[in-house]
Protein backbone atom coordinates (compact mmCIF):
# COMPACT_ATOMS: atom_id res chain seq x y z
CA UNK A 1 0.00 0.00 0.00
CA UNK A 2 1.29 3.56 -0.88
CA UNK A 3 0.36 6.84 1.28
CA UNK A 4 1.03 9.58 -1.22
CA UNK A 5 1.40 13.04 1.16
CA UNK A 6 0.54 16.45 0.14
CA UNK A 7 3.35 19.18 0.88
CA UNK A 8 2.41 21.91 2.99
CA UNK A 9 4.31 25.06 2.06
CA UNK A 10 4.98 27.20 4.69
CA UNK A 11 6.29 31.04 4.87
CA UNK A 12 8.14 32.55 7.37
CA UNK A 13 6.41 35.96 8.48
CA UNK A 14 9.01 38.75 8.16
CA UNK A 15 9.39 40.66 11.63
CA UNK A 16 6.92 38.81 13.60
CA UNK A 17 8.03 37.61 17.05
CA UNK A 18 7.11 34.10 18.75
CA UNK A 19 4.42 35.15 21.93
CA UNK A 20 5.76 32.47 23.90
CA UNK A 21 9.37 32.34 23.36
CA UNK A 22 9.99 36.05 22.26
CA UNK A 23 12.21 34.99 19.11
CA UNK A 24 12.08 36.98 16.14
CA UNK A 25 11.77 36.05 12.51
CA UNK A 26 11.15 32.35 14.04
CA UNK A 27 7.14 32.38 13.13
CA UNK A 28 5.99 30.41 9.89
CA UNK A 29 2.80 30.28 8.73
CA UNK A 30 0.30 27.72 6.70
CA UNK A 31 -2.90 26.02 6.21
CA UNK A 32 -2.92 22.35 7.19
CA UNK A 33 -6.41 20.79 6.65
CA UNK A 34 -8.12 24.31 5.46
CA UNK A 35 -7.17 25.49 8.89
CA UNK A 36 -4.90 28.79 8.82
CA UNK A 37 -1.81 27.71 11.07
CA UNK A 38 1.27 29.55 12.79
CA UNK A 39 4.23 28.04 14.42
CA UNK A 40 7.38 28.78 16.40
CA UNK A 41 10.40 26.78 14.52
CA UNK A 42 12.12 27.59 17.98
CA UNK A 43 9.77 26.39 20.72
CA UNK A 44 6.47 24.41 20.61
CA UNK A 45 4.31 27.70 20.07
CA UNK A 46 1.48 26.64 17.87
CA UNK A 47 -1.99 28.11 17.17
CA UNK A 48 -4.95 27.49 14.69
CA UNK A 49 -7.62 29.66 13.59
CA UNK A 50 -10.59 29.23 10.66
CA UNK A 51 -11.06 31.27 7.92
CA UNK A 52 -14.00 32.58 9.19
CA UNK A 53 -12.25 33.75 12.77
CA UNK A 54 -9.18 34.96 10.18
CA UNK A 55 -12.20 36.87 8.76
CA UNK A 56 -13.59 38.44 11.90
CA UNK A 57 -10.40 39.70 12.73
CA UNK A 58 -9.55 41.08 9.55
CA UNK A 59 -12.01 43.84 10.23
CA UNK A 60 -11.33 47.79 9.23
CA UNK A 61 -8.42 49.06 7.04
CA UNK A 62 -7.29 46.00 4.98
CA UNK A 63 -5.37 45.96 1.62
CA UNK A 64 -5.50 42.68 1.00
CA UNK A 65 -5.56 39.25 2.06
CA UNK A 66 -2.39 36.95 0.79
CA UNK A 67 -3.99 33.69 0.25
CA UNK A 68 -0.69 31.04 -1.11
CA UNK A 69 -1.66 28.56 -4.00
Known amino acids: ?10 RFVAGAKCPKCHAKESIVLFKENGIETVECVDCDYREQQTEAKVAKKA ?11
Do not use: E, L, W
Not at 1 to 10: G, H, Q, S, W
Open 59 to 69: SGAVIGVFTPD
Open 1 to 10: MTITTKKVKK
